[in-house]
T-cell receptor, first 117, second 113 residues
Framework: GAVVSQHPSWVICKSGTSVKIECRSL??????MFWYRQFPKQSLMLMAT?????????EQGVEKDKFLINHASLTLSTLTVTSAHPEDSSFYIC?????????????FGSGTRLTVV | AQSVTQLDSHVSVSEGTPVLLRCNYS??????LFWYVQHPNKGLQLLLK??????LVKGINGFEAEFKKSETSFHLTKPSAHMSDAAEYFC???????????FGTGTRLTIIP
């Protein structure tokens, strides 16, 4: 089945530093990947839609200069949290849909727990 | 516009008894609907999906859901709960032609031994 690998699974960083999270589709190509943020005991909120070879589309209220998204290939999207602050601490999850429009639904990564100290 | 309402934030059932997690949706289009499960500190795993084919959808681990257009519902059921079913469940709608998934607020399922 479709597999999305997200790395790292957890990271602790100091305030002011940047953190990069990778999302890879392992056995399919994804022209579009999605980045979500999940606060404790809450649902997922879409942050941005990542399109291969073009700029990401950010949801209202999401700072594009803080959350940099790069989708350099059909199998890799990255989210970089720049100048991280404690309020950026959260669980970040990516998802991908097969480029051929397959009927698999959306495959999610296993998530990254970011703690900013 | 589309939305998803999960009617129960928390459901507790005894092991071996049926599970019912309720979901209502609203959508301007013929939607695709999904149920995902999330175990603590993990990503989401697809349980099942409805994409305008059979209205009764069978998923993994014995779960199934029935799409009822007249009631705008997509409730998730399982005949007999297992301890490993304890997790958070999300009902999700994908409106036709729009890849922006809308998530319900989630239902936490607790299994009582």
């Amino acid at each position: 089945g479709a597999v999305v690998s997200q790395h790292p699974s957890w990271v602790i960083c100091k305030s002011g530093t940047s953190v990069k999270i990778e999302c890879r589709s392992l056995d399919f190509q994804a022209t579009t990947m999605f980045w979500y943020r999940q606060f404790p005991k809450q649902s997922l909120m879409l942050m941005a839609t990542s399109n291969e070879g073009s700029k990401a589309t950010y949801e209202q209220g999401v700072e594009k200069d803080k959350f940099l998204i790069n989708h350099a290939s059909l199998t890799l999207s990255t989210l970089t949290v720049t100048s991280a602050h404690p309020e950026d601490s959260s669980f970040y999850i990516c998802s991908a849909r097969e480029a051929t429009g397959g009927n698999r639904g959306y495959t999610f990564g296993s998530g990254t727990r970011l703690t900013v100290v | 516009a589309q939305s998803v309402t999960q009617l129960d934030s928390h459901v507790s059932v005894s092991e071996g008894t049926p599970v019912l997690l309720r979901c209502n949706y609203s959508s301007s289009y013929s939607p695709s609907l999904f149920w995902y499960v999330q175990h603590p500190n993990k990503g989401l795993q697809l349980l099942l999906k409805y994409t305008s084919a059979a209205t009764l959808v069978k998923g993994i681990n014995g779960f199934e859901a029935e799409f009822k257009k007249s009631e705008t519902s997509f409730h998730l059921t399982k005949p007999s709960a297992h301890m490993s079913d304890a997790a958070e469940y999300f009902c999700v709608v994908d409106p036709f032609g729009n890849e922006k998934l809308t998530f319900g607020t989630g239902t936490r399922l607790t299994i009582i031994p």
